[in-house]
């Protein structure tokens, strides 16, 4: 069933042995008397592929002079007589009848029509117009611009001549050439050039276009995903962000839709059977290979807790297995973790902060300004706000000394005592030195009762060698006491190691070495067990130099043993650390992969984390929102958006409230 020199990655296959007038047969019988024997319905009709249950209904026809589609309509209800009878038709008139039902009556279902018309071949797209012509006798291309418009429309239509270019060959002065095109008629331009992004995402071939995109992050220091919700809008920006994820890994787009149609309260059960019908005989193990690796959860899992009855039977028939069962990491999870990792260490991002120093800056009137708002009964809240969440640090230091001069008092300890909870915290922690805040956010974590493991991580895993420099000397200076010397006393064992690792800052700052990245690679390996060859070092020497590799290296140079890695082993490291160690260690080693991998999606995750479901947890966020504001919050911003499909300011507005929302909205600095 797998086209010529592919291995086939459906789930659903021929039935060896397979006899139509039998399985007619038996469906009639199934379907016969009072009642009907859903269990057999779905059993037979699951496990036949669309070629063979073609050949049932022409047998079942011939044999009872009966329309099998139609029976089967009559005796099944609800979502599970919608799958049952989905799987009967072949694809391209699958198709058909869901771009019909999406643009028939009132409204359309865009979110149907872009999930089809990006994802499918040029030969399915040719096979769908002349299913709907057959099916229907009207045009589908006449139909489609009479319900559709703009340039979401001509997308559209360029997408329904199935024309894509398909030559494996590609030129690389093309590639350079078209990702200029894209850059200029976008970022570089006032207004944005939509028929250049039309030509290049809709005619390309999807082999030049990953180089295309590759090539625009290096030039443009962002991913194209970025670059069109910045420059598209509506439903053309989700076709061309459809179009991208497709050109990308079609695997990875159709994984995505699926967590989405179940994730939260409900389920799109629309989008849950038409992507379960359409891929179990194209690409189904693909997708659960990559669904697995980016939810850390089977999709047979998600369907078991998300449906019920006879239409989960259905569905987990079709996805085929449960890979959660199996516990490996597979091939086609490993090339998109090597990707990802080709990526990393190609983008030149620049990294920007959302608090910029103020032009005009005054520090003698900030001072009144914020004295003013303190005087006398009650608080004004809102100038203060205004005035420390719009200078930088340097300039917040500067105020502290025109205060102090100005007034003889201490403008910390006028803040603290006319400012409460979450406000005072956000507040006074923007008045501190980044290092002194995060010199007081470890201290914090390690005195007291218990330690705050994940704050150490945090913070030791994600700073550079002159950050941590600048937090050893704030700690020594505000507690006369060793970082190195609190971190070993609080902590024990390869945790311990670790951070006090960490905490002498001495991370190289050199580029990769490839032959040190290989026998660097070959450790990483051993450690976590899978080497082929198994090594004469022992068990503490390994880990020793794992952390020290994970610890010390420079980021490019991890980027490429990470890489190694992959080749080498077949294997994610992330996923790796993940499945073969536990606890804090394996906390700390993952906050140094993911920082090592993309920072502001490490510290993006953190951000959705803390307000995601029931509760806020504040002193996240406000760490967070504090510590990143002048680095990278900009980026930071960016990830989420392409993480969470929501963004940052949005998710703040949602989840806190009054002057501490407020000030956290200035420090995000935008809406998205």
């Not at 979502?79 to 999406?102: Q, T």
């Not at 005009?360 to 005035?387: C, H, P, W, Y």
């Not at 505000?478 to 311990?496: I, P, Q, V, W």
């Amino acid at each position: 069933m797998a086209p010529k020199g592919k291995v086939y990655r459906g789930s659903v296959k021929d039935f060896p042995d397979f006899d139509a007038s039998q399985d007619a047969e038996a469906l009639y019988n199934a379907m016969k008397g009072f009642g009907s024997d859903k269990e057999a319905i779905l059993d037979l009709i699951t496990s036949r592929s669309n070629k063979q249950r073609v050949e049932i209904c022409q047998a079942y026809k011939s044999q009872y002079g009966k329309d099998l589609i139609a029976d089967l309509k009559y005796e099944l209800t609800g979502k599970f007589e919608r799958l049952i009878v989905s799987l009967m038709r072949p694809p391209a008139y699958s198709d058909a009848k869901e771009i019909k039902d999406a643009i028939a009556g009132i409204g359309t279902d865009e979110k149907c029509l872009i999930e089809i018309l990006a994802s499918r071949t040029n030969q399915e797209i040719h096979d769908l117009v002349a299913a709907y012509k057959d099916a229907y006798e009207r045009d589908l291309e006449a139909d489609i611009v009479g319900d559709t418009s703009g340039h979401f429309k001509k997308m559209l239509v360029v997408l329904l001549q199935g024309s894509r270019e398909e030559d494996d060959v590609v030129s690389e002065d093309l590639v350079e050439q078209d990702a200029k095109d894209l850059l200029e008629a976008g970022e570089l331009k006032w207004g944005t050039d939509e028929a250049q992004f039309i030509f290049i995402l809709g005619r390309r071939s999807k082999q030049h276009l990953r180089l295309v995109f590759d090539e625009y992050l290096k030039i443009s220091g962002k991913p194209i995903e970025r670059s069109i919700r910045g420059e598209l809008s509506g439903d053309f920006e989700k076709l061309m962000l459809a179009v991208v994820k497709c050109v990308r890994s079609t695997a990875e787009y159709f994984a995505e839709r699926l967590y989405k149609a179940m994730k939260g309260l409900g389920t799109r059960d629309n989008t849950l059977i038409r992507i379960m019908v359409s891929r179990s005989e194209i690409d189904m193990l693909d997708i659960r290979e990559v669904f697995r690796t980016k939810y850390e959860k089977s999709l047979y899992n998600m369907i078991k807790e998300d449906t019920s009855g006879e239409y989960k039977k259905a569905l987990l028939k079709l996805c085929g297995g449960d890979d959660d069962a199996a516990g490996e990491f597979f091939p086609e999870a490993a090339q998109v973790a090597y990707r990802m990792w080709e990526l990393s260490a190609v983008a030149k991002v620049e990294l920007r902060g959302t608090v910029q120093p103020a032009g005009s800056f005054n520090d003698d009137g900030d001072a009144q300004v914020l004295r003013k708002a303190m005087k006398g009964l009650g608080t004004d809240e809102g100038a203060i706000i205004e005035v420390v969440t719009q200078r930088s640090n340097a300039q917040r230091q500067q105020i502290l000394k025109a205060y102090k001069a100005h007034y003889g008092r201490d403008l910390m300890a006028d803040l603290k005592s006319e400012l409460s909870g979450s406000l005072a915290k956000l507040i006074l922690g923007l008045m501190l030195t980044p290092a002194q805040y995060d010199a007081k956010q470890l201290r914090k974590a390690v005195e007291g009762a218990g330690t705050d493991e994940k704050v150490l991580i945090e913070i030791m895993a994600t700073r550079n060698n002159q950050e941590i420099q600048a937090i050893n000397e704030a700690y020594q200076e505000a507690y006369h006491k060793r970082l190195e010397d609190d971190l070993s006393s609080d902590t024990s064992g390869h945790f311990k190691r670790i951070l006090v690792s960490l905490a002498l800052g001495n991370r190289d700052e050199g580029p990769e070495n490839l032959t040190q990245a290989h026998e660097d690679a070959k450790v990483v390996a051993e450690t976590l067990k899978l080497a082929d060859v198994s090594s004469n070092d022992s068990s503490d020497s390994l880990e020793t130099r794992f952390l020290s590799i994970l610890c010390t290296r420079s980021y490019p140079h991890l980027r490429r043993v990470f890489q190694e890695f992959i080749k080498m082993t077949n294997h994610d490291v992330e996923h790796a650390i993940r499945k073969r160690m536990s606890g804090d260690v394996k906390d700390a080693f993952l906050a140094i992969v993911r920082s090592v991998k993309n920072k502001p999606a490490f510290f993006a995750d953190k951000l959705y984390k803390s307000m995601k479901g029931a509760g806020t947890d504040e002193r996240t966020l406000t760490r967070i929102m504090i510590s990143r504001s002048e680095i990278d919050l900009f980026n930071i911003r960016g990830e989420f958006v392409d993480l969470f499909d929501k963004s940052l300011h949005h998710m703040i507005e949602k989840d806190t409230s009054g002057d501490y929302r407020k000030a956290l909205l200035a420090l995000c600095g935008g809406e998205d």
